[in-house]
């Protein structure tokens, strides 16, 4: 999905609809991307989109620049046309797909644009209902069967399926100031969090921070590696340096990207400065103790890996 720049109107007339489904169709075939479902509104879009490729973010790069260019020739205006980068929200499949593309199509109702269903003009809710030549480009079929396994009865359970509201789960999903970037359930997360842990904090996937483990991961992973009990993560002698500590400290900070304040909760640290103070005495260490290294790769290896 994106918007327009300070919220105008991204869709000035309907030439410029017709564009912007013309592009959605290109890319389709050039970027053999799958397109199940799209909503265009006068300042926004949304589409549902698969892509087997892994080229969403070379499609959407596609997508919002060739329509800029048309835009911006077409209405003798330059410039930026969106707000920046698109956002994506990677959706499971199983639980939560159908109720995303009703969300979409009921986009313009909630809006206030329309009143009825039929009445909505530009998305592919019609495309669901037809059996054109013209639809053929929109990958609906998945989601058909998904709604009625008889092909005969599949329009009939799109109406009905559409016609209800979108369920609460959703509506408050998209309603957050801040969007996640993953729609599903706990199960379908942690499978991510497994599989992507490579890409953690990867300079190019701006939302990888969702696949970073949790403290309490990276705590468990600690005391597991250096067999101590949790309680010894928190024990403070002065003089003495407690390795397990500052590790956890230092990790819990880089991985998660918390605040000083936030990591010396989980350590009954009080002062940031004391967090800080771990951190930066784990660093001097790893610059002059090899095996305190060897001790750090260790642990972030089983961490990527998954492993509990």
């Known amino acids: 999905m994106n918007r327009g720049r300070r919220k105008e109107e991204i869709f000035l007339t309907r030439g410029d609809y017709d564009n912007f489904i013309k592009i959605l169709q290109e890319a389709s075939e050039n970027w053999h991307i799958k397109i199940s479902a799209y909503c265009l509104m006068p300042n926004h879009y949304h589409l549902l989109v698969n892509t087997p490729k892994g080229n969403i973010s070379r499609c959407m790069r596609h997508i919002n620049g060739i329509y800029t260019q048309r835009f911006n020739r077409q209405h003798k205006t330059d ?36 009143e009825e269903m039929d009445e909505v003009t530009w998305s592919s809710h019609h495309g669901y209902l037809s059996a054109a030549k013209k639809w053929a480009w929109l990958d609906k079929d998945v989601l058909l069967t998904m709604l009625c396994a008889k092909k005969s009865g599949r329009r009939a359970a799109y109406e009905d399926f559409v016609s209800k509201d979108t369920s609460e789960e959703i509506e408050r999903f998209y309603s957050l100031k801040n969007l996640p970037s993953v729609l599903g359930g706990d199960a379908f997360k942690d499978w991510l969090k497994e599989k992507f842990q490579h890409l953690c904090f990867h300079e190019e996937i701006p939302e990888s921070r969702i696949l970073a483990p949790t403290a309490e991961e990276i705590i468990r992973e600690v005391c597991d590696h250096f067999q101590v009990e949790r309680e010894q993560l928190t024990v403070t002698r002065r003089g003495r340096e407690n390795l397990p500590r500052d590790m956890a400290v230092y990790l819990v900070r880089l991985l998660g990207h918390s605040t000083l304040n936030e990591v010396g909760k989980y350590f009954g640290m009080k002062n940031y400065s004391t967090v800080s103070s771990a951190v930066e005495r784990l660093k001097s260490r790893m610059k002059k103790d090899r095996m305190v290294r060897k001790h750090l790769d260790e642990v972030r290896e089983k961490l990527k890996k998954g492993q509990k």
């Open 79 to 114: 410039g930026q046309l969106f707000r920046g980068r698109y956002k994506a929200v990677l959706v499971e499949a199983d639980s939560h797909l159908l109720e995303v593309l009703r969300y979409i199509h009921r986009n313009p109702l909630r809006a206030g644009l329309v």
